[in-house]
């Protein structure tokens, strides 16, 4: 059974960084694409960031993009997320999530494992 579990998050001020982790077990990690959801308090989750099983393609949603950057080390099955510039619109429980396939790219998968989340707070 594939096992994620997240870390990194915390509160910031405003302008601040934060850099997210999910570390995955029992898979072979570099078969999956891994994707980012934050879900703020009242809202649906949604996507942000994603990146293919080699690392070499990656997505940014509009509202993060130039601020957040996705990476992986599938030698330490983890994948990053690495978050500057934060905004208190930011705030949100953030989830990673992996999808079974060497994809070469990251729209429109379908996330079939999830971890348990990691709280993200942005002062203003």
């Known amino acids: 059974q594939v096992h994620l579990v997240e870390s990194g998050g915390g509160l910031v001020q405003a302008g601040g960084s934060l850099r997210l982790s999910c570390a995955a077990s029992?898979?072979?990690?570099?078969?999956?694409?891994i994707g980012w959801f934050p879900q703020a308090p009242g809202k649906e989750r949604e996507f942000v960031a994603g990146i293919n099983w080699s690392g070499l393609s990656t997505y940014s949603a509009d509202a993060v993009k130039g601020r957040f950057t996705v990476s992986r080390d599938n030698v330490k099955n983890t994948v990053y997320l690495q978050m500057n510039s934060l905004k208190p619109e930011d705030t949100a429980v953030y989830y990673c999530a992996a999808a079974y396939g060497r994809r070469t790219d990251v729209l429109g998968v379908s996330y079939d494992t999830w971890g348990s989340g990691t709280q993200v707070t942005v002062s203003s």
């Open positions: 029992r898979l072979t990690f570099s078969n999956y694409t």
